[in-house]
C-alpha cells in the first residue's frame, strides 16, 4: 500500500500530520515517507551526477565508493548523537512487555539499514518507546552477568543490602522513630559505610559496564528494527 506524502496537504501541515501519525500507532508510515533533502543526500547527489558526467570509470568509482562510505558513517554516528529517550513515558514504562521472540528480536525481514540519518533518529525514539520493558531486562541481566565475572562486587552488594536490612530491623527494635536526631545521624553514617564498601568493593564498574553494554546494544538494535507493526502480524497469524 502507498501512501502519498501528505494527503491532507492542503489543510494539515507536515509536522501535525507527523505528530498524529505517531500518537495514534503508524510509526512505520513515517518511515517510508520521503523526506526532505539533507546534507548528506545532497552531497551524494552532486557527486553522483558529477561521476556520471566524468569520462573516468575509476574517478567515478572512487567517489560513488568514498561517498557511499562516508553516508554510512554519517548514519551511524547519527544513532549515537540522538537522545534515544526524548519521547519516552511513564506510559510506555507501565505497558506490558512485548514478546521476546516474536516482537522484540522478530525474523530477518525485520532489520535493514537505514537510508538516512532522519530515518535513523525515527526508528531510535519509537523502537525505544516500544521496547523499554525488553531493554530494562536486558540491563538487569548484563548487569547480573557483570556481578558474576566480580564475585567481590557481588559480595560488597550483598553485603550492603544485608546492612540496610539489620538497621531497618534495629530500628524497629530501638525504637529510632522516636529520636529523628540521632536517627538521621546514624542513617548518615551507615550510608558513608554503604559508599564506601560499593566503591572498594568495585560495583560502580559493574554497573558501567551493564550500563555501556545494554546502551550500545540497544542503539544498535533500536536503529536497525524496522518499524514493523504487531497488529499486522497478529492478523496475518490469525489468516
Known amino acids: 500500500m502507498v501512501f502519498s506524502a501528505n494527503p491532507l496537504s492542503l489543510s494539515v ?27 548528506t543526500t545532497v552531497s551524494a547527489a552532486t557527486t553522483s551526477t558529477s561521476a556520471a558526467t566524468s569520462t573516468s570509470t575509476s574517478t567515478s568509482t572512487a567517489n560513488g565508493f ?7 558513517i554519517c548514519i551511524l554516528l547519527s544513532l549515537f548523537a540522538t537522545n534515544p529517550f526524548a519521547k519516552l513515558t511513564n506510559e510506555d514504562l507501565a505497558a506490558p512487555t512485548p514478546p521476546w521472540q516474536a516482537g522484540f528480536v522478530g525474523d530477518y525481514e ?8 532522519s530515518q535513523a533518529q525515527l526508528r531510535v525514539q519509537e523502537n525505544v ?7 530494562a531486562w536486558l540491563l538487569v541481566i548484563f548487569f547480573a552477568c557483570s556481578l558474576y565475572q566480580m564475585p567481590l562486587a557481588a559480595a560488597g ?10 538497621f531497618k530491623l534495629c530500628g524497629g527494635m530501638w525504637g529510632l522513630d522516636q529520636y529523628p536526631t540521632i536517627q538521621q545521624t546514624i542513617i548518615r553514617v551507615a550510608q558513608c559505610v554503604a559508599a564506601v564498601i560499593l566503591i572498594y568493593s568495585g560495583v ?3 554497573l558501567f559496564s551493564a550500563l555501556s553494554v545494554t546502551y550500545a546494544g540497544m542503539i544498535l538494535h533500536t536503529g536497525f528494527r524496522t518499524l514493523t507493526r504487531a497488529k499486522q502480524a497478529s492478523r496475518g497469524r490469525s489468516r
Open 129 to 135: 518507546k516500544r521496547y523499554a520493558r525488553n531493554y
Open 110 to 117: 525485520s532489520y535493514s539499514f537505514p537510508v538516512s540519518s
Open 204 to 206: 560502580q564498574m559493574a
Open 13 to 39: 501541515s507536515d509536522p501535525f500530520f507527523d505528530s498524529w501519525l505517531r500518537q495514534n500507532g503508524y510509526p512505520e508510515i513515517l518511515e517510508h515517507r520521503p523526506t526532505s533533502a539533507t546534507p
Open 66 to 72: 568514498f561517498t557511499s562510505l562516508y553516508s554510512t
Open 157 to 166: 552488594l550483598i553485603f550492603c543490602l544485608a546492612l540496610w536490612e539489620i
